[in-house]
């Protein structure tokens, strides 16, 4: 049954998972895709000896759609999430997504329910989750003959509860999400599985999320939960460099929009101790846009590092983020070419 739009109370919507009327699905069988299918089920039949339930051999991706003041839907910066998504497939030896199949799929889904992309204004938008898995049976760990990939959208609000209100983190020292060289850089849902435990005893701490260190030293940052990190100094934009880190499509639009205006950006590895210096953090992702850091604690040392001390987000995150929305929804320029307008 199709679903009535009348009830939705856009402007509080939380980052989750609602219905929506569509999704699409391919399936590719020892190396040949198949048709693009619609369903309206939520439900997919998996073999129980599927590779991804057992050796978690799935990837996933995550971006937007933003409606704008015209009335046209927008999509951000999509390539990139082809490009990444074609990544996580080779890094845990999957068949990767072809870009065409990626794009009709995407475009498909999201005018199959246009409905539900949240007007302007709103503060919520559409997630676009596209999901690759093997789908194959084996019981010795080996790739997969056979994938499917299939994208489904969902309207949310922001990730972090209140927008650009500053959140509190919590450094963790006593679990890794991902080795050095392991799978820390794609998007793979053993990061997120090992990230659990950490993101739970934040919450149950009274934290937003998580700052992971690098797992080998413990001396640097490597992100907060499911997104990056960056910190502010003397006008220069400062994001860490690692080997296990996702490397994020929206950190990667703001080293370029700092750069745009006018700021140093740094993109290397970040000691711990810098945090000191810093007069602005944030967490970066689709998910989470900018959301500011207000405390950092840091329960070895047993030391909190403060920013917003007045509980306002800083100027330049503020100047970032409002830069990098107005070009998402279309109210400013886009002199990147990072936005694809669906006429
Ligand atoms: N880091 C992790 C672990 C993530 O899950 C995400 C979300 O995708 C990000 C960073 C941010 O990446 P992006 O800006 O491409 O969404
Ligand atoms: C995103 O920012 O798109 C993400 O994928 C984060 C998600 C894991 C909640």
Same mark, same amino acid.
């Given at each position: 049954m199709a679903i009535l739009m009348e009830n939705f109370d856009w402007a509080n919507l939380p980052f989750g998972y609602i219905k929506t009327d569509y999704n699409v699905r391919c399936v590719c069988k020892d190396g040949k895709w198949g048709k693009l299918e619609v369903s309206t089920s939520e439900y997919i039949d998996v073999h129980i000896a599927a590779t991804g339930l057992h050796y978690g051999q799935e990837a996933f991706e995550g971006l937007k759609a933003y409606m704008g003041k015209d009335g046209k839907i927008r999509v951000f910066r999509w390539e990139e999430n082809v490009k990444r998504m074609a990544a996580s497939a080779e890094g845990i030896k999957m068949e990767a997504v072809p870009f065409e199949l990626f794009r009709d799929a995407m475009f498909k889904v999201i005018d199959l329910n246009k409905k539900f992309v949240p007007p302007y204004g709103s503060g919520a938008n559409l997630y676009i989750r596209p999901l690759l898995f093997g789908s194959g049976a084996e019981v010795g760990v080996k790739p997969a003959t056979e994938y499917t990939f299939l994208i489904f959208v969902t309207p949310v609000g922001p990730y972090f509860k209140g927008g650009v209100k500053p959140v509190n983190m919590l450094i963790c020292r006593d679990i890794d999400r991902a080795a050095p060289l392991g799978t820390g850089i794609y998007k793979v849902g053993g990061n997120y599985a090992a990230s659990m435990r950490a993101i739970i005893a934040a919450r149950n701490g009274g934290f937003s999320n998580t700052i992971f260190l690098d797992a080998k030293e413990k001396k640097y940052i490597d992100e907060c /939960? %499911?997104?990056? =990190? =960056? /910190? !502010?100094?003397?006008?220069?934009?400062?994001? %860490?460099? *690692?080997? *296990? !880190?996702l490397n994020s499509i929206t950190n990667m639009s703001l080293i370029e929009i700092a750069k745009s205006l006018g700021m140093k950006t740094e993109r290397r590895q970040v000691p711990v101790e810098e945090l000191e210096s810093f007069t602005e953090t944030g967490a970066c992702g689709t998910a989470a846009v900018i959301s500011p850091i207000a405390k950092i604690f840091d329960p070895e040392k047993n030391k909190i590092y403060e920013y917003c001390k007045d509980g306002e987000p800083g100027p330049i995150s503020m100047k970032l983020y409002k830069r990098l929305t107005a070009i998402q929804s279309g109210d400013e320029a886009d002199p990147f070419s990072w936005v694809t307008v669906i006429d």
């Open positions: /939960g %499911p997104a990056n =990190f =960056f /910190g !502010i100094r003397d006008n220069t934009y400062v994001t %860490p460099k *690692s080997e *296990s !880190i």
